[in-house]
């Protein structure tokens, strides 16, 4: 089958086996009725163009999580020339050259299923695993218009330091608990002098309810809070 | 940073941004760091210093994550950096990676309170038997120490990789854009965000485009643009529908059957859409091109500037080495009438609106001496060659500046080119052939 010295390449492998199976896949980037297979041998730089492609995009299916985009172009890239390749008029497929290696043959002839099954498992993948991460709105596609996405799905955030907004708050103690409520974007500047751009203290105030007795707490804890420098506090920036 | 550190790929600058008013410049990192320039106030004791950019604050932005459900890792490249508009003595900017935007507050500290009652100068608390008087703790100079807190984390919004945000002229909402869909968030809502572009078909099968840019217009808060990988531009009105799927205006240029080839898709591919800052029109860059577009007309771009058409008898070559998928950034001047844009060789490129004038100049450790004045650079194609100019098959397409960034209001611009940032104060009016 192969031609001589010629050695098999694991790709070409894959796609051999994925032949068998794409068979039945409709080839959905044909012209319908008769595939496109070349009448004549192929233009060369169209050729080595279209092979060119066909590994970029074999490339890109085989990344964990592909650039959809170099993925898209590539796909729409070998269309066209796929389209430049094939002939017009439908005529019964003439047998290869036996220079040409038979492999390569059954490539070109088939690349289209080929492709298109790689591309729409991949694709299909893709919105599968879509679907499974966005377990609270599985039907995401088919929401009304407007469509809010919902709340914080299935959370994945163990290694996330910094967590989604329903996560552990009182692993960061007291600061952690009112991590979202930020009147920063509305500071009021009524008692805080401007240059300490600071919050004026309402998310401290629940947790220093101390007694009232106690002038030197008070007095330092308004300077506290003036100045933001709690015991709970982040360290300060040590910059690197 | 320490000196001997030897420059690595998470050394990469992604992205480059200025505030509002130019004081900030902001830089985001492959390693997910972001770098703060502040731009030093001009004094009469230094002359020499005339508002240069020192550094202001460094923190690490994002980590890598992993996916456990589809066992990916999320890369911690910053791709995308915008800043909010300033309400407080406090900065906030967004930063985005692939997945996750997070919200970022920088404060500075100046002052430190001493003479506590209670706690002695290193915090301890006090032995109370030992506290005979009552004193006011005092606010004392200190160093200045710039602070920086996550105040936001949106997470879990995004199947696919995130290549824009863009805040709202509302300051209250802002929007972002990954392959096929565009989210709108509330800047102080992080567990909810809403849905307004989505362009995946329902079946993977067909799918032909995606989206590659994304921005809120200046001055209009209910209207935003995004482009896509077939080149067109969608501008949406987000009062015209929830959803807004069906786009307002459509903007396309016929493709010139003269110069149709194999690659007329990729190279027509949008990589950036800026509005001006008059919000009048927007600016696109293609692969070999930068195009301005009237909101008033559809049809096509009113003005064309080529980049480097010498790029397109190879791009054959550039196809091969995925060059041709490179996306390049491009920046409007603070008056609008000068558009920037990078190119190959670390070369960058300026286009003079009115005087249809246009320079290339070259970011490189020779041109970036203190007060240097940049050269002219040439790229030659054939033909007759003056000693200066490079040929272009002696471009090194390694050297390659995809993030600029232009100051809102004078002619200071940042150029990244991979893992170093020059900063320019470019004389626009001369040096123009």
Known sequence: MLSKGLKRKREEEEEEEEEKEALEVDAWWLDPGHPAVTQAPPNVASSSLFDLSVLKLHHSLRQSEPDLRHLVLVVNTLRRIQASMAPTVTLPPVPSPPLVPSVADNLLASSDTILSASMASLLEDLSQIEGLSQAPQPLADESPPGRPIGGAPPSLGALDLLGPATGCLLDDGLEGLFEDIDTSMYDSELWVPASEGLKPGPEDGPGKEGAPELDEAELDYLMDVLVGTQALERPPEQGR | ?433
């Open chain 2, 1 to 433: 940073m320490p000196s001997h550190r030897m420059p690595s790929e998470a050394d990469i600058i992604s992205t480059v941004e200025f505030n509002h008013t130019g004081e900030l410049l902001a830089t985001g990192d492959k390693g997910g760091r972001v770098v703060i320039f502040q731009r030093e106030p001009e004094s009469k004791n230094a002359p020499h210093s005339q508002g240069e950019y020192d550094v202001y604050s460094t923190f690490q932005s994002h980590e890598p994550e992993f996916d456990y459900l589809k066992s990916l890792e999320i890369e911690e490249k910053i791709n995308k950096i915008k800043w909010l508009p300033q309400q407080n003595a406090a900065h906030s900017l967004l930063s985005t990676n692939d997945k996750t935007i997070k919200l970022w507050k920088i404060t500075e500290r100046d002052k430190r309170p001493e003479g506590y009652n209670l706690k002695d100068e290193e915090g301890k608390l006090k032995d109370l038997s030992t506290v005979t008087s009552l004193q006011v703790p005092v606010l004392k100079p200190m160093d200045l120490m710039v602070e920086v807190s996550p105040r936001r984390i949106f997470a879990n919004g995004h199947t696919y990789h995130i290549n824009s945000i863009s805040v709202n002229s509302d300051c209250e909402t802002y929007m972002s854009a990954d392959d096929l869909r565009i989210n709108l968030w509330h800047l102080a809502v992080t567990d909810r965000s809403f849905n307004i572009v989505d362009i995946k078909p329902a079946n993977m099968e067909d799918l032909t485009e995606v989206i590659t840019a994304s921005e809120f217009h200046p001055h209009h808060c209910n209207l935003f643009v995004y482009s896509s990988s077939k080149g067109s531009l969608r501008l949406c009105d987000m009062r015209a529908a929830a959803l807004c799927d069906k786009h307002s205006k459509l903007f396309e240029e016929p493709e010139d059957p003269s110069s149709r080839s194999f690659f007329s898709e990729i190279i027509s591919s949008v990589s950036d859409v800026k509005f001006s800052h008059s919000g009048r029109y927007m600016l696109t860059r293609d692969y070999l091109t930068v195009k301005v577009w009237d909101l008033n007309m559809e049809a096509r771009p009113i003005e064309t500037y080529q980049v480097h058409d010498y790029l397109r008898s190879k791009l054959c070559s550039l196809y091969e080495n995925d060059c041709i998928f490179d996306k390049f950034e491009c920046a409007w001047n603070g008056s609008d009438s000068v558009i920037m844009t990078g190119a190959y060789n670390n070369f960058f490129r300026m286009f003079d609106r009115n005087s249809k004038r246009d320079v290339t100049l070259e970011a490189s450790r020779e041109s970036s001496k203190p007060r240097a004045v940049l050269k002219p650079r040439r790229v030659c194609i054939g033909g007759k060659r003056r000693r200066d100019d490079i040929s272009v098959d002696s471009l090194d397409f390694a050297k390659k500046i995809l993030h600029t960034a232009w100051h809102p209001a004078e002619n200071i611009i940042a150029i990244a080119a991979t893992n170093n940032l020059y900063i320019f104060q470019d004389k626009v009016n001369s040096d123009m052939h």
